[in-house]
């Protein structure tokens, strides 16, 4: 079975840390741009960063540009999201998602060879 899963979300106090992973299983995603979304309570599913397959171009909603960074190691098979300087806004469920086509990952598409994960929640409360 073709999935994606994230793991590394928790409780952090604003101005902490964490790094989020998201690990393809059943099949290679080396060929195909990574990103990652969150949706907090009462929203909508929002973009957060995007990746392409070679990790060489990356891009980012305005809201977390200079506080996180978006990474891949395709031997793992994994995307990363490291997040510094969180704050209580940054409070969400965080998803990974996989497509041949950026524009496809940063729209957020739905369907046939569009991957999701299943979230991982993330916290910043004092």
């Known amino acids: 079975q073709v999935q994606l899963v994230e793991s590394g979300g928790g409780l952090v106090q604003p101005g902490g840390s964490l790094r989020l992973s998201c690990e393809g299983l059943?099949?290679?995603?080396?060929?195909?741009?990574m990103g990652w979304f969150r949706q907090a309570p009462g929203k909508e599913r929002e973009f957060v960063a995007a990746?392409?397959?070679?990790?060489?171009?990356?891009s980012y909603t305005d809201s977390v540009k200079g506080r996180f960074t978006i990474s891949r190691d395709n031997a793992k098979n994994t995307l990363y999201l490291e997040m510094n300087s969180l704050q209580p806004p940054d409070t969400a469920v965080y998803y990974c998602?996989?497509?041949?086509?950026?524009?496809?990952?940063?729209?957020?598409?739905?369907?046939?060879?569009?991957?999701w994960g299943q979230g991982t929640q993330v916290t910043v409360s004092s």
């Open positions: 998602n996989a497509a041949t086509l950026i524009s496809t990952v940063i729209a957020g598409r739905r369907g046939e060879d569009v991957y």
């Open positions: 990746i392409n397959f070679s990790g060489g171009t990356a």
């Open positions: 059943g099949r290679s995603f080396s060929n195909d741009a």
